[in-house]
């Protein structure tokens, strides 16, 4: 069955640092690109980021951009969200996302809360 | 940047009746458009890509049509279990975009 679970959420001051995680199972991971999604509490749905199969081409979405970095691993069926200098609105679930032509498989999400 | 915008904000519908969702894109989209349902606490779910092909596993009652710019989401008899948020998505270009989500209630 193919899964994909969230790690690495949590509570962190405005300024800080958060590495999330995404291990994938049941599928060839390294045949698929990959995706962050967020959503902020109460509200809609934000691409945040994406990373090709071999990590060759990696995008973000102007919020985001400079301050966070997307990789994966092959070797660990793992993909990664390096976030850096976090804001306040940067609060919300992140979802792990794969993505053929739409988005067809998402984990349950990790919950980042930016707060002093 | 692609906007999405859909219509209406929410919908409510009797059970059994047609309910009809509509997305806009402000550029072409050819046919690059996905539709996902989200149930309070769960993660999205995709029903349709390429505007109108059911993802696999999704009920016959919910099709997708349209191309360019203009998009419709329909779902032909409502069910209970169809209360959700519907989100239209464009993965013609980056940055990819949603729109911000149409509810759907029964009546």
């Known amino acids: 069955q193919v899964h994909l679970v969230e790690s690495g959420g949590g509570l962190v001051k405005p300024g800080g640092s958060l590495r999330l995680s995404c291990v994938a199972s049941g599928f060839v991971f390294s045949d698929y690109n990959m995706t962050w999604v967020r959503q902020a509490p109460g509200k809609g749905l934000e691409w945040i980021s994406d990373?090709?199969?071999?990590?060759?081409?990696?995008f973000f979405a102007d919020s985001v951009k400079g301050r966070f970095n997307i990789s994966r691993d092959n070797g660990k069926n793992s993909m990664y969200l390096q976030m850096n200098r976090l804001r306040v609105e940067d609060t919300a679930v992140y979802y792990c996302v794969r993505e053929t032509t739409a988005m067809d498989v998402w984990g349950q999400g990790t919950t980042v809360s930016v707060s002093s | 940047e692609i906007v999405m915008t859909q219509s209406p904000v929410s919908l409510s519908v009797s059970p059994g009746e047609r309910a009809t969702l509509s997305c806009r894109a402000s550029q072409s989209l050819s046919s690059s458009l996905a539709w996902y349902q989200q149930k309070p606490g769960q993660a999205p779910r995709l029903l349709i890509y390429?505007?109108?092909t059911r993802a696999t596993g999704i009920p016959a009652r919910f099709s997708g049509s349209g191309s360019g710019t203009e998009f419709t989401l329909t779902i032909s008899s409502l069910q209970s279990e169809d209360c959700a948020v519907y989100y239209c998505?464009?993965?013609?270009?980056?940055?990819?975009?949603f729109g911000q989500g149409t509810k759907v209630e029964i009546k």
């Open positions: 390429g505007a109108s």
């Open positions: 990373i090709s199969h071999s990590s060759s081409a990696r």
């Open positions: 998505q464009q993965y013609s270009r980056w940055p990819r975009t």
